[in-house]
């Protein structure tokens, strides 16, 4: 601090210098707090070091073996303060639906007590009444004066508090217990919607509560249930018990692996796997394997049909090879020229992979998160040095898509653009990404993230996925760990997916995958059957047997139509004949048959004069 009461050069000159070095190690540290590309923290460097990984990883060839495992869990954990508690959507839903019971009482009910001309006499009086207003009403109507206006007030209905009138039906003819007088109930599927007066909600929600509490109360009793309707009734068919979860989980995804094998050729775009969905119990043991390879330059796709193939032997049994019968036991399609000459597979390829890389380099270095890998099992054995973990919840899923669906538009805008001659002006392809491009104005990325917030908030179901990137010292991606989490109350159940990848060319060589996919796409595999002539040919043999089919009924049209026309001759006039109806006269018949006569003589002369010019 600078100490203007002394006039001694020297000490002012030592006290400035201090302040300036104290402004500068502010400034600095200033600095260090905000400035995170000169100063990064720790999620700055966890996302310098991912962001490296996945540049390098994309831009090289490599392969991956990866295996996905299953398990449910109740959507709230039993020890939680929410358990026992359902969710805002379930609660609304069922407070709408709730049909109070009243004083009902099933067990007290005295059949011969019931009166059913007691019941006819009050709906005749009921009918009696509506036929009264309608005639006082009609006399309203007829009004003669055009300069007059005349109100009419029917004071013979009087209603209760409730709605009701003395007859028990209230202004849309419906009795307390919700039906007209023709036994029709208020609401069809919704008739246990009763009050959806919001007054009433708090009560409705109120028995539900208490009609739960009772239930529970009473261990295996069902008549104090609350009444929800058909609604109720589907939501607690929806519902998973914990014993159905712990079925699920002994019974099908403890013996459920999805298995799965890839080689990955950026410079030749190509991506070519093989899935396989396996089931292996004691006493089964079933695979299901399915081949496929994408080729973004070729703008083709290659599947082995085999495990589809019942299904299409089905559908279309007589044009659906044996296995026997095809030369290769995969099958390529391609684009329709059409299409690619628009748009190139490849060109699009390269906008994806750009896109996405742009927009995780884009998400907020809080959801990336440097994690300890010391007691880390998986990490251990692909020799990992350091993990990086990336939360994707709702929002952060939702900005991702719109990051990347704006840049993809981008990239193909910069691709239409520096190609004029391809795409002039009204191009069908430059029109649409212009028009995207002004939607894309219209909303942040961080917009599509809320939305998504928005539905998982209110709707039904709850995702979320957490990825680990395990590392090497050289930023080399090793592997990687996803857990994905899809769930909700209504279901009562949460299905974690645990995918885990190696991309270490040992775990490929030494898969039992790995003879499968060099037999359908190595470099001595047979040549994929063409799917696009195959395709073709079953178009021809269709037109073929339409155009077939059409000729037969142009012969049996006209053979038939003579009959039908013989037939018809004798119905319409033969009857009038036999009555004496003078009307219709042979002599008309005969100029027709005459007339005929000609006419098939003059095509025979025409013939024959034709005949004779041609000789």
Not at 90 to 112: H, K, L
Not at 181 to 200: D, H, P, Q, R
Not at 358 to 372: I, N, Q, R
């Amino acid at each position: 601090m600078i100490d203007f009461s002394t006039v001694d050069s020297a000490q002012s000159q030592a006290q400035g210098r201090a302040f300036n070095a104290s402004r500068t190690a502010q400034s600095e540290r200033y600095q260090q707090l905000f400035n995170q590309e000169k100063y990064p923290n720790t999620d700055n460097q966890a996302k310098s070091h991912l962001l490296a990984a996945i540049r390098q990883h994309l831009a090289t060839e490599h392969v991956a073996v990866a295996q996905a495992n299953y398990q449910a869990a109740p959507f709230i954990d039993p020890d939680s303060i929410d358990a026992g508690s359902s969710s805002l959507l379930r609660t609304i839903i069922e407070t709408y639906a709730y049909e109070p019971d009243g004083d009902y009482d099933e067990s007290a009910y005295d059949e011969s007590a019931y009166d059913e001309s007691d019941h006819e006499d009050r709906q005749t009086e009921a009918m009696a009444e509506l036929a009264a207003v309608s005639i006082e009403s009609n006399k309203c109507n007829k009004n003669d004066d055009d300069d007059a206006y005349e109100v009419c007030v029917v004071e013979d209905i009087n209603y209760d508090e409730d709605g009701y009138s003395e007859y028990g039906y209230n202004r849309d003819g419906y009795d307390r217990d919700g039906y007209n007088e023709y036994g029709n109930a208020e609401g069809g599927i919704l008739s246990g919607v009763s009050n959806l007066k919001s007054k009433n909600l708090l009560k409705n929600y109120e028995a539900i509560q208490m009609a739960k509490q009772q239930s529970e109360a009473v261990e295996g009793s069902q008549s104090s249930m609350p009444s929800t309707g058909v609604i109720g009734q589907m939501l607690s068919m929806f519902h998973r018990t914990p014993e159905q979860i712990a079925a699920s989980n002994a019974y099908q995804y403890q013996n459920l692996t999805f298995n799965s094998v890839s080689q990955y050729k950026p410079k030749q775009r190509q991506l070519q796997s093989v899935y396989s969905y396996d089931y292996v119990t004691p006493t089964i043991s079933s695979s299901v394997q399915i081949p496929l390879a994408f080729d973004f330059n070729n703008s083709s796709i290659t599947v082995d049909p085999s495990a589809i193939m019942p299904i299409v032997a089905l559908v279309n049994p007589e044009n659906t090879p044996l296995p026997n019968q095809m030369t290769s036991h995969t099958v390529s399609f391609g684009l329709p020229e059409s299409i690619t000459a628009q748009l190139p597979p490849a060109v699009l390829y390269d906008a994806a992979i750009a896109a996405i890389q742009s927009s995780m380099a884009e998400l907020g270095p809080e959801h990336f998160s440097a994690v300890d890998i010391r007691n880390d099992a998986f990490a251990k054995e692909v020799g990992a040095s350091r993990a990086v973990k990336v939360y994707f919840g709702s929002k952060q899923s939702g900005e991702m898509i719109g990051k990347t669906l704006k840049y993809m538009t981008k990239s193909l805008q910069d691709y239409v653009d520096a190609n004029p001659q391809k795409y002039p002006d009204g191009a069908m392809l430059k029109t649409a990404l212009a028009k995207v491009q002004l939607y894309n104005k219209g909303y942040q990325s961080a917009d599509v993230g809320s939305l998504l917030q928005l539905i998982e908030a209110i709707g039904p179901i709850s995702f979320n996925q957490i990825n680990y990137y395990y590392l090497d010292s050289s930023d080399r991606l090793l592997a990687k760990q996803q857990r994905i989490n899809i769930g909700g109350d209504l279901m009562g159940s949460t299905t974690s997916v645990l995918n885990q990848i190696r991309y270490d060319k040992s775990s490929f060589n030494k898969h039992a995958l790995t003879p499968l996919l060099t037999e359908s796409f190595g470099t001595n595999a047979k040549a994929a059957i063409d799917g696009n002539a195959w395709m073709a040919e079953q178009r021809q043999q269709k037109d073929r047997l339409k155009t077939a089919r059409y000729a037969r009924y142009d012969y049996s049209g006209r053979s038939g139509d003579y009959d039908n026309y013989n037939d018809d001759y004798d119905d319409d006039y033969g009857s009038d004949y036999a009555d004496g109806d003078s009307s219709y006269e042979a002599a008309e018949y005969d100029s027709v048959d005459r007339q005929d006569d000609n006419d098939i003589e003059d095509d025979v002369t025409d013939d024959a004069d034709n005949r004779v010019d041609d000789q």
